[in-house]
């Protein structure tokens, strides 16, 4: 018995910090919000740039010749079954197809800082639509 209100008062005061912790995680100023949204921001815009400059390939072709303004890419329906790669993939796999394929450049990892910028711009250009994600 008095092991087992040890135990119980130990998982209750564990839950406790847990909670206690979640809501200063969530404080933040009007400065912080700002300054976020300025990164995010400039991140949107290097992925604009990246999109539209033959850097990512190496045959001059860029993804803006396909998808000017991000147009076709359909952010909002991924991750969904993609023909080309024969799988449910996320966006960032598809955009590395078309980076190994019609650009005939080198595939980025998911964490790269160019592929977060092109998904960033990718997905700011559809803002506002609904999320369906499977969708075709």
Request: charged share 20%; proline share 7%.
């Amino acid at each position: 018995m008095f092991k087992a209100n040890i135990t119980m008062k130990t998982a209750l005061l564990g839950s406790l910090l847990v909670f206690a912790n979640a809501s200063i995680a969530d404080e933040f100023t009007d400065a912080d919000v700002k300054r976020w949204e300025q990164q995010f921001m400039d991140t949107v815009k290097q992925g604009r740039e990246l999109w539209t400059s033959p850097k990512l390939g190496n045959n001059g072709v860029v993804c803006a010749q396909c998808h000017p303004n991000a147009a076709n890419t359909h952010p909002e329906t991924y991750p969904k079954f993609q023909k080309q790669l024969g799988k449910v993939a996320p966006l960032w796999e598809m955009i590395n197809w078309c980076l190994k394929n019609p650009l005939e450049g080198q595939p980025l990892a998911a964490d790269d800082p160019k592929m977060i910028a092109l998904q960033a711009y990718v997905t700011h250009e559809r803002r506002g639509v609904k999320l369906e994600p499977g969708k075709h």
